[in-house]
């Protein structure tokens, strides 16, 4: 059995990622707001995060920055983290992506570059040769990640945001929307600009 975790916008927009990559949805799985469980929202009835079904499946859709704590309750559940690669992305075959990862549609990865669990690639966004994007990141829509880059656990890349070659965006930082970034960016920094500071 297939579930999304999350019933709200971002969870309909991963429904259909999951659809569109020929796999069926089986239900919603709520983390957070459990009046919630036992209604239909987006077609599909919801349950509560924790009581998922035995061998089931899950790819969060919850679009909170931070799911650390919902993939730790998967876990905890028992729940198979999904990968989800869009038939309209492209992901070069000496790349990987680990399971509970979401790769957008328009999406482009690069050869010899990994992408950790339960990382989301928004639609559009591109990733250079030989990067690292380790786990729960975010790289907003249309955000352009060089070569040679690491991109360190939790990281946040807002929409259209630039990472120059060779550099290391920090665990936790988040570069804003639109910024350009060539310089290191530090473990829980926040830039922002052209170029980001």
Known sequence: MIFVVGSRSFAA???????????????LLEPL?????????????????DDAPAEAQAVIGTGERDRATVAERLAAAGV?????????AHVAATST???????????????HSAIGAHSVLGRGSLVGHHTVVEQLVTLGPGSNVAGNVRVASGAFLGMGAVIR???????GAEVAMGSVVVRDVAAGASVRGFPAR
């Open 13 to 27: 927009e991963v429904i259909g990622y999951v659809r569109e990559s020929g796999l069926e949805v089986d239900g």
């Open 97 to 111: 992506v680990a399971p509970g990862a979401i790769v957008a549609p328009g999406v482009i990865v690069g050869g």
């Open 80 to 88: 198979e983290p999904l990968r989800i690669v869009h038939p309209l």
């Open 165 to 171: 070659d060779h550099l290391t965006i920090g665990a």
């Open 33 to 49: 707001e459990r009046e919630k469980v036992g209604t239909t929202v987006h077609g599909l009835v919801v349950r509560w995060l």
